[in-house]
């Protein structure tokens, strides 16, 4: 039997697959400016919509290549997942994949601070 928790994880992997695994991806510079939304500015100074999975409009703008996929993920260290399990007090299970581990251990254990309410400064 199939618990809760790896629905979860399996839903996370799926989006991970498709290049959806931020719930506001960036559209193509310069395409989709009309009417009001989340807008900033692409690497190229061009202004960019950021969608948000599940909105009216994101499939249809996906499958038609304005929301290009994200980069694929790198899996995270065997150590920087021990240091995000130590900072949450819980065990991740195998094979979880967590982006922002992979972008410093500081941050998931800053991230993880933050969810337990030990650490009330800003944060993604």
């Known amino acids: 039997m199939v618990d809760d928790e790896e629905l979860v994880f399996e839903a996370v992997r799926a989006r991970v697959v498709a290049g959806e695994h931020l719930d506001h991806m960036p559209g193509l510079p310069g395409m989709d400016l009309e009417g009001?939304?989340?807008?900033?500015y692409a690497p190229d100074g061009r202004l960019q919509r950021i969608h948000e999975r599940g909105e009216a409009g994101f499939r249809a703008a996906r499958d038609s290549g304005r929301i290009p996929p994200l980069p694929p993920l790198t899996p995270a260290t065997p150590e920087a997942l021990r240091v995000v399990e130590d900072?949450?007090?819980?065990?991740?299970?195998?094979?979880?994949?967590w982006s922002w581990a992979t972008e410093?251990?500081?941050?998931?254990?800053?991230y993880c601070r933050r969810r337990r309410g030990q650490d009330p400064s800003p944060g993604r």
Do not use: N
Request: glycine residues 18%; charged residues 10%; hydrophobic residues 50%.
């Open 87 to 97: 900072a949450a007090s819980v065990v991740l299970p195998a094979g979880a994949i």
């Open 36 to 40: 009001g939304g989340y807008f900033e």
């Open 104 to 110: 410093g251990s500081a941050r998931a254990t800053a």
